[in-house]
T-cell receptor
Framework: DAGITQSPRYKITETGRQVTLMCHQTWSHSYMFWYRQDLGHGLRLIYY???????DKGEVPDGYVVSRSKTENFPLTLESATRSQTSVYFC?????????????FGDGTRLSIL | GNSVTQMEGPVTLSEEAFLTINCTYTATGYPSLFWYVQYPGEGLQLLLKATKADDKGSNKGFEATYRKETTSFHLEKGSVQVSDSAVYFC????????????FGTGTLLAVQP
């Protein structure tokens, strides 16, 4: 089915570990985004990508790494997880052909770092 | 810089009550404005949007009008249902060619039968 899928849905890990969150979309959207959702902060942009091999920092990029070797995939890596990175992470995509297009969201990954 | 301010929740209403969730924004240029809804355990879904001043976005009985003079985009519904219980996010486009969105902090709506 077409859409945007995130995996895993839930993840528990320990501080200092590396963890990768996966995001896959089937629309061939040019833009992809990673957000974190925390109580009282709404959604904050971590990184975004305008196309394969083009990524840029958002509002809260520290401690995260992204890559985009293929248009459909946009993994987010926490190289050395910290407790402050416990959050719900959402991936989104949008079409490039016109600006101000809505974003389409995955169902999120709930990440707990002990 | 651009920002969005929306009313804090939770908002608790009885079924069939009138809903207003306030949203104001600060922006340069002419951003598009959006309302997203997040049901429990799910991602955000686009509810409605407006791309220029005086535009009215509408969907599923919800409406919002892009008011440039008051920099507002308040969400309204005439008669809420229990199934409308969710978190509602106001957002504006960051402008330029990046398709970035700036979100408000979200407002939890709880509708009681």
């Amino acid at each position: 089915d077409a859409g945007i899928t995130q995996s895993p849905r839930y993840k528990i890990t320990e501080t200092g570990r590396q963890v990768t969150l996966m995001c896959h979309q089937t629309w061939s959207h040019s833009y992809m985004f990673w957000y974190r959702q925390d109580l009282g902060h709404g959604l904050r942009l971590i990184y975004y990508s305008a196309a394969a091999d083009i990524t840029d920092k958002g509002e809260v990029p520290d401690g995260y790494v992204v890559s985009r070797s293929k248009t459909e995939n946009f993994p987010l890596t926490l190289e050395s997880a910290t407790r402050s990175q416990t959050s719900v992470y959402f991936c989104a995509s949008s079409d490039f052909r016109t600006v101000n297009q809505p974003q389409h969201f995955g169902d999120g990954t709930r990440l707990s770092i002990l | 810089g651009n920002s969005v301010t929306q009313m804090e929740g939770p908002v608790t209403l009885s079924e069939e009550a009138f809903l207003t969730i306030n949203c104001t924004y600060t922006a340069t240029g002419y951003p598009s404005l959006f309302w997203y809804v997040q049901y429990p355990g799910e991602g955000l879904q686009l509810l409605l949007k407006a791309t220029k001043a005086d535009d009215k976005g509408s969907n599923k009985g919800f409406e919002a009008t892009y008011r440039k003079e008051t920099t507002s985009f308040h969400l309204e519904k005439g008669s809420v249902q229990v199934s409308d219980s969710a978190v509602y996010f106001c957002a504006l486009s960051g402008g330029g060619a990046t398709n970035k969105l700036i979100f408000g902090t979200g407002t939890l709506l709880a509708v009681q039968p």
